[in-house]
């Protein structure tokens, strides 16, 4: 059985601004198991990417704070360990693609520049050997005249080419797990494609254990293992992704998979979920879907459902199949 690379034990990420204090991650569980692709899924603004930055303490602080909560990776809490020993993992040890490339990269350096900096510092090797590495990896993102590309700068290159190159930095060092937020969304279908091909061949050719952040199920389904339904910076449902496609248990899955586009019908207009995200200056009180679900009840309200096992590797949130214990 595959060992845990990650765990991830009730982490809660709060950012203290002015108006009020923002709940972006809300006490989220789970672990990633060695070659796994953990899929953590939901719509914009529920807290996936903010769990993502927290793994590896990317977001500013202050206003940002973890004040709850574990992360554990080969013996080490990385909300606690110091910042040297967490500099020395990232880019190393755990890696990320970022959702936004053009953001991630630095404009006035080239892409060689930033492949290479980065193989150096984790490395230790030759200036010679560096720049072939990142020519190397740059072939095998697929990008034409690697070489060439290596004394380009960001603006001089197409959205796509800068996601594949942001992809090869994360992979110069070999990781042994990848976060990539959200890696297709800003490139067009063909290039989606390339990019879902490139992260299937480096799970199966490295081992490589994957977070893979997304609001596409379609996705999940090309490329999951497991997934993590997230819904106002709470986990809502766990499972195998055939578990949560064919067998999904909590109202917000059934939601999310019931707006999917079905051919076989013809309705005109898709089903969506009714209103919209909670804000997470104000989560309500309970269950934080309960202002939008269907199957609320009067304990929703006013307490936050455990967890509760529907099998070994599937499980849900949600006071529907907690009655026996909550006494309704």
Known sequence: MPSTVLEVNNLNTWFYTNRGIVKAVNGVSFDLKEGECLCLVGESGCGKSVTALSLLRLFDSPPGKIVDGSVKFEGSDLVHCSSARLRQIRGKDISMIFQNAQSALNPVFTIGDQIIEQINVHGHISREDSRARARELLQDMSIPEPERTLGMYPHQMSGGMKQRAMIAMSLSCNPRILIADEPTTAVDVTIRAQIMHILHELKARLNMSIIFITHDLSLVHEIGDRAAVVYGGRVMETGTVE???????????????????????????LPSIPGSTPNPLELPDGCPFNPRCHSVMEICHSSVPAIS??????????????EGKDGK
């Open 309 to 322: 096992y529907i099998s070994d590797v599937h499980s849900v949130a949600c006071h529907l199949y907690n």
């Open 243 to 269: 578990d949560i496609l064919k067998n999904p248990s909590h109202p917000y899955t059934r939601g999310l998979i019931s707006c999917l586009p079905d051919i076989s019908t013809d309705a005109r207009r």
